[in-house]
T-cell receptor
Framework: GENVEQHPSTLSVQEGDSAVIKCTYSDSASNYFPWYKQELGKRPQLIIDIRSNVGEKKDQRIAVTLNKTAKHFSLHITETQPEDSAVYFC????????????FGTGTRLQVML | NAGVMQNPRHLVRRRGQEARLRCSPMKGHSHVYWYRQLPEEGLKFMVYLQKENIIDESGMPKERFSAEFPKEGPSILRIQQVVRGDSAAYFCASTKSPSRANVLTFGAGSRLTVL
């Protein structure tokens, strides 16, 4: 089955700096890679996703890159703000397997004032 | 249009009791997915159901856990004879069809605490 590894487990940045979270996956059949943000005690919320037919996707301060050859994908947050502080999860799945996403273990991002 | 509704939000059970968690999908959605999140961990897939059918239960523990999605009413995740290791947040998601099935929007979750 799929195995997703996520690094780092914790990340502290100064407000305004950039944050990068990296994930690798093992199953070459995976073609869908979402990122979720989870605040303490809340549900995971989808913030951005990318499919394997593109290498990069951007939405305001958030961008995701995908390297299919190396089987890794990354989340980039620019101009970080205190409200970006949360746990971020990457995931991988294959269309046609009905949302059987495999999640990484999470990165706790703290944006310091 | 209300999102995925889960209840109870918090449930406390003693070891050996039963826990029932309910999930009402978004209006018009007939596919339901259950995920479990242990403390300080990511979400793990448990089961995928359509109305009256279990499609994929490869993530369900072999014993004590069961799920159903009847023709009428919410989907139910049932845990019999709970143990402390069952303490977790259980999240449900729904989709209209499997073709867009990867895009999951989760409910608020049910947090089970086993004493």
């Amino acid at each position: 089955g799929e195995n997703v590894e996520q690094h780092p487990s914790t990340l502290s940045v100064q407000e305004g700096d950039s944050a990068v979270i990296k994930c690798t996956y093992s199953d070459s059949a995976s073609n869908y890679f979402p990122w979720y943000k989870q605040e303490l005690g809340k549900r995971p919320q989808l913030i951005i996703d990318i499919r394997s037919n593109v290498g990069e996707k951007k939405d305001q301060r958030i961008a995701v890159t995908l390297n299919k050859t190396a089987k890794h994908f990354s989340l980039h947050i620019t101009e970080t703000q205190p409200e970006d502080s949360a746990v971020y999860f990457c995931a991988a799945g294959a269309t046609g397997t009905a949302s059987k996403l495999t999640f990484g273990t999470g990165t706790r991002l703290q944006v310091m004032l | 249009n209300a999102g995925v509704m889960q209840n109870p939000r918090h449930l406390v059970r003693r070891r050996g009791q039963e826990a029932r968690l309910r999930c009402s999908p978004m209006k018009g959605h007939s596919h339901v997915y259950w995920y479990r999140q242990l403390p300080e961990e990511g979400l793990k897939f448990m089961v995928y159901l359509q109305k009256e059918n279990i499609i994929d239960e490869s993530g369900m523990p072999k014993e004590r856990f069961s799920a159903e999605f009847p023709k009428e009413g919410p989907s139910i995740l049932r845990i019999q004879q709970v143990v402390r290791g069952d303490s977790a947040a259980y999240f449900c998601a729904s989709t209209k069809s499997p073709s867009r099935a990867n895009v999951l929007t989760f409910g608020a979750g049910s947090r089970l605490t086993v004493l």
